[in-house]
């Protein structure tokens, strides 16, 4: 079946430094690939998306780009912030309407 | 726009005894879902609507959980009677079709703490 893998967390990083969080992804078929947000006490939140493979999805600084050939799709961060602390997850979605997500690695920035 | 609502947030109950979330999904939006999310994991699905039809409850643990989706629109989870292992945040989400490209909008989440 679908699954979705993520770099295990906590990760701790200082302000102003560069983020990586990675997702692997097994899928049959082309699903569509996103990254979720979930902040201290909030619902979950879409971060980004993509839904080809090469598409590079983009929201408030962080980027991930759709990569078929090592079905991955990394998210990533120049410069992260304070505010940038909270819950990823990454996921896929399938043309039938199935979603899959991964566990989530949690961030925080530490000023 | 209001987003998806979800009641309670917290709910305390004994083991064996019945307990209920109710889900209003944003306005316009056929397909709804809901999801169990474990401490530490990620959201994993329980049912999925499209309008009042559940079209995806493989995951569904039916011995002790319902659920039921009224005019399409707002939805009830159940279950009864609750054991130890269902403690957990029962999530719900809506999209405007359920296709998989399609950005899914979730609630709050509503806590539960079977003791």
């Known amino acids: 079946g679908d699954s979705v893998t993520q770099m295990e967390g906590p990760v701790t990083l200082s302000e102003e430094a560069f983020l990586t969080i990675n997702c692997t992804y097994t899928?049959?078929?082309?699903?569509?690939l996103f990254w979720y947000v979930q902040y201290p006490g909030e619902g979950l939140q879409l971060l980004l998306k993509a839904t080809k493979a090469d598409d590079k999805g983009s929201n408030k600084g962080f980027e991930a780009t759709y990569r078929k050939e090592t079905t991955s799709f990394h998210l990533e961060k120049g410069s992260v912030q304070v505010s940038d602390s909270a819950v990823y997850f990454c996921?896929?979605?399938?043309?039938?309407?199935?979603?899959?997500f991964g566990d989530g690695t949690t961030l925080t920035v530490k000023p | 726009e209001a987003g998806v609502v979800q009641s309670p947030r917290y709910k305390i109950i004994e083991k064996k005894q019945p307990v209920a979330f109710w889900c209003n999904p944003i306005s316009g939006h056929n397909t709804l879902y809901w999801y169990l999310q474990n401490l530490g994991q990620g959201p994993e699905l329980l049912i999925r609507y499209e309008n009042e039809e559940a079209v995806d409850d493989s995951q569904l643990p039916k011995d002790r959980f319902s659920a039921e989706r009224l005019k399409g629109v707002d939805s009830t989870l159940k279950i009864q009677p609750a054991e130890l292992g269902d403690s957990a945040v029962y999530l719900c989400?809506?999209?405007?079709?359920?296709?998989?490209?399609?950005?899914?909008?979730f609630g709050p989440g509503t806590r539960l703490l079977v003791l």
């Open positions: 989400a809506s999209s405007l079709e359920g296709r998989g490209q399609e950005t899914q909008y």
């Open positions: 996921a896929l979605g399938t043309n039938a309407g199935k979603s899959t």
């Open positions: 899928a049959t078929g082309y699903p569509s």
